[in-house]
C-alpha cells in the first residue's frame, strides 16, 4: 500500500475523533469517488459498481442473488478456481439443488474454455473463472470465453482478484457480466474493501438476496427515512449497496486508484508483463520448475515455481526456497507447495536479477546447508 495511501486513511480517522458529521464532511465522499474509479479502471461506469467487503463476498452475493432451480447448473475449473468461488457454488447445490459441473484444467495448467464451451448446456447459468488463475497464474482467454457465454445467454462471472490493477480488464469488451475484486491486491489499498461490478442491465433485471436503504432510491431523502411499502430499487449494481461503507478503507484505495491511473493499467501491464518474462525466462535457465507460463498465451504477470502435484519432498525444497529469499529480503507467497512471484508497477529489472542470483546462491548450497541458511 502506498505511504499516500495510509495518509488518506489516517485524515479520515482524524475526522472521526473530531466527530467529522457524514452529511457535511468531505472525507465520507471517497465512497462515490472511488465507485467512480475503480468503473473507469474497467472500462465500466459508476452505476454498475456496488462495494463490497472482499472478492469473495462479491462472488457471493451475485451467486447468492440468481433465481436459482433445482436442476440448474454452474461450471466451474475447480482444479485452479479459488477455493473461495467454489463454495460459493456448493452452497447454492446445497440449498437449491443446484449441479456444480467440474471441469479440469488443460494441460497447460489453464482455465480450460474450449471444454467449458462444450459443457455448457441449456440449463447452465453461470461460469466461474479467475482472470488470473491463483493457483498456477494461467490468464483466462476471457473475451473468447464472455463472447461464447453472451452468444448462449450464460452468465460469466470472473475472479479479478490477482489482475485487476496490473492486467488491462476491459469489461464490455471482453463480455463479463460480473467481477469480483478486492482492494488489497493489485488495487494497493488494505483489507476489508471489494468492488463488484455487474453489467448495468443485468444488475437491473436482478433482485439482490440482501436488500437495505442504501439498496433503494429515494432521491436525496435522509438515509433514516422509511420509504414505504413500495420502493424502487436503485439504478444498476448500486441496489446491491446495503448499510455503511468502509470509509477509511475508500479513504486509502482514493489515493492508491489516483496512483494507479495516473501510472494507466496498459503501461502497467507492459511493465509487469517485461519483468514476469524476465524472471521466467532466468528461473528456467537455473533448472528450477515453473508451472507458470508455460503457453505464451496464457503467460501473466504471476511466476509460479513448483510442480503440479508437489511431492513431500517438492514441499520441503519449495519451503527452505522461500525461506531463503525471505531472509534476503524477496517476498513470496507460498501456496499448495507452489512459490508464486507477483510483479506491480513499484517492481524493478534489478529486483527479478536479485531473485536469480538468490536462486543461483541457493543451487549451489550442499543439500544439508539448505535447510539451515
Ligand atoms: C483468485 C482469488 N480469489 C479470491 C481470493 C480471496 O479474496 P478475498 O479474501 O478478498 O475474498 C483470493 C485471495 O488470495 C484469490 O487469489
Known amino acids: 500500500m502506498p505511504s499516500a495511501s495510509r495518509t488518506a486513511a489516517m485524515a479520515f480517522y482524524d475526522a472521526a475523533v473530531l466527530g467529522a458529521p457524514k452529511e457535511t464532511s468531505d472525507v465520507f465522499n471517497a465512497v462515490e469517488r472511488v465507485r467512480e474509479k475503480f468503473a473507469r479502471l474497467i472500462g465500466a461506469t459508476a452505476n454498475e459498481v456496488t462495494l463490497t467487503r472482499n472478492v469473495t463476498e462479491g462472488l457471493n452475493m451475485m451467486i ?17 478456481e479459488h477455493p473461495n468461488g467454489v463454495y460459493a457454488l456448493y452452497n447454492m447445490r446445497d440449498r437449491h439443488g443446484i449441479e456444480v459441473r467440474f471441469v479440469s484444467a488443460t494441460a497447460d495448467y489453464a ?31 476471457l473475451a473468447r470465453l464472455g463472447e461464447f457465454c453472451r452468444r448462449q445467454g450464460v452468465m460469466l462471472l470472473v475472479d479479478g482478484a490477482q489482475s485487476v490493477g496490473a492486467l488491462d480488464l476491459p469489461v464490455h469488451a471482453s463480455h463479463v457480466d460480473a467481477l469480483a475484486v478486492g482492494a488489497s491486491k493489485y488495487l494497493c489499498g488494505p483489507y476489508g474493501l471489494g468492488f463488484l461490478f455487474i453489467r448495468r442491465e443485468l444488475a437491473e433485471s436482478m433482485r439482490p438476496a440482501y436488500l437495505g436503504r442504501y439498496s433503494v ?23 446491491f449497496d446495503l448499510g455503511s461503507y468502509n470509509y477509511a478503507a475508500a479513504s486509502a484505495v482514493d489515493a492508491s486508484l489516483d496512483i494507479i491511473g495516473a501510472a494507466t493499467v496498459p503501461a502497467i501491464e507492459k511493465h509487469v508483463m517485461n519483468l514476469s518474462r524476465k524472471l521466467d525466462a532466468g528461473l528456467r535457465a537455473t533448472g528450477l520448475p515453473l508451472i507458470s507460463g508455460s503457453v505464451a498465451d496464457h503467460q501473466s ?39 508464486r512471484f507477483s510483479f506491480h508497477l513499484y517492481n524493478t529489472a534489478d529486483e527479478v536479477d536479485a531473485v536469480i542470483t538468490a536462486t543461483r546462491e541457493w543451487q549451489k548450497l550442499p543439500l544439508l546447508a539448505k535447510a539451515s541458511s
Open 301 to 339: 504477470h504471476l511466476v509460479i515455481v513448483g510442480t503440479w502435484i508437489p511431492t513431500p519432498e517438492d514441499l520441503q525444497l519449495m519451503s527452505e526456497l522461500s525461506a531463503f529469499y525471505a531472509a534476503r529480503g524477496i517476498r513470496v507467497s507460498e501456496r499448495m507447495g507452489r512459490l
Open 111 to 141: 482455465m480450460p474454455v474450449e471444454t467449458i464451451e462444450k459443457r455448457i448446456d441449456k440449463h447452465t447459468r453461470v461460469v466461474v473463472a479467475s482472470s488470473v488463475t491463483f493457483a498456477t497464474g494461467a490468464r483466462t482467454a
Open 64 to 80: 447468492a442473488s440468481l433465481d436459482w432451480k433445482p436442476g440448474d447448473n454452474a461450471i466451474v475449473c475447480s482444479d485452479i
Open 217 to 239: 432510491d429515494l432521491g436525496d431523502a435522509h438515509e433514516g427515512v422509511q420509504g414505504g411499502e413500495q420502493y424502487q430499487l436503485m439504478p444498476g449494481a448500486r441496489r
